[in-house]
T-cell receptor, first 111, second 111 residues
Framework: GQQLNQSPQSMFIQEGEDVSMNCTSSSIFNTWLWYKQEPGEGPVLLIALYKAGELTSNGRLTAQFGITRKDSFLNISASIPSDVGIYFC???????????WGAGTKLIIKP | KAGVTQTPRYLIKTRGQQVTLSCSPISGHRSVSWYQQTPGQGLQFLFE???????NKGNFPGRFSGRQFSNSRSEMNVSTLELGDSALYLC??????????FGPGTRLTVL
């Protein structure tokens, strides 16, 4: 099925570093969502974006809805051990359409 | 308010068997979506039910089917299981145009 291009696939970082990941698509979306999934759990919503150019923060997390509506970015500042997990982006054309998902970015923090 | 619950959490079946998974949405949520998640593939949309009717369907073979009951609980059935059906099956619920909330998933292993 259709999928968003999410990169990087995985990241090995030191505690305290900033993290950046992004999702791109050839299609326009009206909603961009960022989820985090930890082992043995379902994805949990982190940030929802509804307007092109929108920049939204949730604690140390900041996400942006690209101005072209074809991409989105997630930044995590000053990473901590509990940030480990898989981060997924998802786009939605409108509320009647299913979410289209990226393949995920696995965040690993080096001891 | 209780979250989305899925039963069973783990399941082992053999090829050719069939399986039924259950999902209870958050109280008041009438939309239930099902996803298949395999390593490196992200989430693949199976189908969405709203008020006992299938509203959207992904690109999966007819062996995958679902239904929704009047209390919004949903079941997913996979017949004639194949090794490639081994995956984490996630259920998500939402109310109106709100974002989706996921359950912990059912890990299906086909031997």
């Amino acid at each position: 099925g259709q999928q968003l291009n999410q990169s990087p696939q995985s990241m090995f970082i030191q505690e305290g570093e900033d993290v950046s990941m992004n999702c791109t698509s050839s299609s326009i979306f009206n909603t961009w969502l960022w989820y985090k999934q930890e082992p043995g759990e379902g994805p949990v919503l982190l940030i929802a974006l509804y307007k092109a150019g929108e920049l939204t923060s949730n604690g140390r997390l900041t996400a942006q809805f690209g101005i072209t509506r074809k991409d989105s970015f997630l930044n995590i500042s000053a990473s901590i051990p509990s940030d480990v997990g898989i981060y997924f982006c998802a786009g939605q054309k409108d509320s009647n359409y299913q979410l289209i998902w990226g393949a995920g970015t696995k965040l690993i923090i080096k001891p | 308010k209780a979250g989305v619950t899925q039963t069973p959490r783990y399941l082992i079946k053999t090829r050719g068997q069939q399986v039924t998974l259950s999902c209870s949405p958050i109280s008041g949520h009438r939309s239930v979506s099902w996803y298949q998640q395999t390593p490196g593939q992200g989430l693949q949309f199976l189908f969405e039910y709203f008020s006992e009717t299938q509203r959207n369907k992904g690109n999966f073979p007819g062996r995958f089917s679902g239904r929704q009951f009047s209390n919004s609980r949903s079941e997913m059935n996979v017949s004639t299981l194949e090794l490639g059906d081994s995956a984490l099956y996630l259920c998500a619920s939402r109310v109106g145009e709100d974002t989706q909330y996921f359950g912990p998933g059912t890990r299906l292993t086909v031997l």
